[in-house]
Every structure is written in C-alpha cells, then in structure tokens.
C-alpha cells in the first residue's frame, strides 16, 4: 500500500459513517409522498357524502372532517404506494376517526413491499387510539428499501355509532438515502483501487 492511502481509507471510512450518521429523518406525509388506493367501498348515505375521496388521507390536512370512511362493517387493506423511490421506515403515523365519534380503524397490521413488489415483512398487529386528536404513531424496528405499505385493517373500534374505517391521515418517518457524503465515500474507495493498480 502506498503511502497516504491509509488516509484515504481511513476518510473513506469517516465519510461513510458521517453520512449514514448524519441522516436526518424525514417525514413521508402528503401527497408528494404517498399515494393511497382500495378495493374497499367508501361510505354511502350515512356519511352524507362525506369522506368518500380515499387520497384525502394523504393530502396533508388533519381536521376532522377530512378523511375517508370506508363502508359499515367493512375491513380489509388500503395500499400506500411510497412516492420518490424507496424508504427505510421505523414508524407509522394515523390520524383515525375522521369525525370524533368513536369509528373508525381497531386493530391492523403493516405489510411492507420492496420495489420488486416483492413482501418484505409484516409488523405486529397494533390497537390504533379511539378518537384522538392528533396521530396515534406506531415504531418498529427499521424496514429497510420500502416502496409500498398496505394497511391491513382487522377490526374496527366497536364503541360509536356504528363501525366503519374512517381515516384522517397517514404518514411514515423514513431515513433518507445515504447523500453525497455517501458518494464521496465510494469516490475515494474507487480511487484507491486506480492507485494500487498502478
């Protein structure tokens, strides 16, 4: 090894770890971000056409008349296609009940899908806040090179009105890709291979 290549490497390793360190996480939440789709119906006269428009859950509003209730009695999965590219994501944010009436999502499951389209894992089953105001947030260990979850409602809360899916927002916290730093990191690692070989 030549001299100063040990400064190099040793850079190369600084830089690596000062990117993966430094990686603020981001919230993935709204439109840009994430992109929602169901099978399931949405709620018919009972809601007076409120809450039928299933992208309002991630438009970035969270008052309580914003949402999507699904039909009465009702379960089953909204898919949440992660806009951008892939995520490492550690936590799910649901604003549930979209009206304050004790409806809205009980139990649910995450499944995680990578690129591919490929399953990655499921979550434990959580038990989501009744009528909360802000976001239940729900942590897991890191998921690594997500593109899309589906939320797999399992029951719902059976202590209102009358039990329906009703939603008011969704969001992930994601660490962001490896930056520049990242790059930088591999440029010097790529440059002590051309020097040995010379």
């Not at 039909?71 to 649901?94: K, P, Q, V």
């Not at 009940?97 to 809205?104: L, R, T």
């Amino acid at each position: 090894m030549r001299r100063g290549s040990g400064f190099l490497l040793g850079l190369a390793c600084l830089l690596g770890g000062a990117a993966s360190a430094n990686a603020a996480p981001i919230t993935l939440h709204g439109s840009a971000y994430i992109l929602p789709s169901t099978s399931l119906l949405p709620c018919g006269l009972t809601c007076s056409g409120l809450g039928t428009n299933l992208l309002e859950i991630a438009d970035d509003d969270t008052s309580n008349a914003n949402g999507w209730a699904g039909e009465n009695g009702a379960t089953g999965i909204i898919r949440l296609d992660l806009l951008g590219g892939s995520y490492d994501i550690d936590s799910f944010s649901l604003w549930n009940d979209i009206i304050i009436n004790h409806e809205g999502v009980g139990d649910f499951k995450l499944h995680f899908y990578d690129p591919s389209d490929q399953l990655i894992g499921s979550s434990a089953v959580y038990t989501a806040l009744d009528g909360q105001q802000a976001a239940g947030v729900y942590s897991f260990a890191a998921v690594q090179n997500v593109a899309r979850v589906d939320l797999e409602v399992l029951t719902l809360l059976a202590t209102g009105n009358c039990c329906r899916i009703e939603i008011r927002e969704v969001a992930f916290t994601a660490v962001p890709e490896p930056s520049w730093l990242g790059m930088s990191a591999l440029g010097v690692v790529a440059l002590l291979g051309w020097r040995r070989l010379r």
